[in-house]
């Protein structure tokens, strides 16, 4: 990736990565139900946006590639 980025411009190296993806944004209510989850762990200091990827791997039936303690705190399936 370093030397795509080098060798060619960051622009380049964004359109690589981006080639053959799936972009999607949350919903509205995805963001609500992330809340709640962060409402259920008041000892954890979990992130928004790792409430949301959990949200969404729930919603999209996918696993996540993290090692972060707090997925496994939220009871996420994680891929390893």
Do not use: C
Not at 3 to 15: H, M, R, W
Not at 20 to 31: M, Q, R, T, V
Not at 55 to 76: C, E, I, N, P, Q
């Amino acid at each position: 990736m370093k030397a795509v980025l080098a060798d060619t411009g960051p622009l380049y190296a964004l359109a690589e990565m981006l080639e053959g993806a799936i972009l999607f944004n949350p919903e509205p209510s995805d963001y609500s139900i992330a809340a709640d989850r962060l409402h259920r762990f008041p000892d954890q200091r979990i992130t928004l946006v790792d409430a949301v990827t959990s949200v969404m791997a729930d919603k999209l039936g996918m696993l996540v590639w993290s090692f972060d303690r707090h997925f496994t705190a939220m009871r996420v399936k994680l891929w390893r």
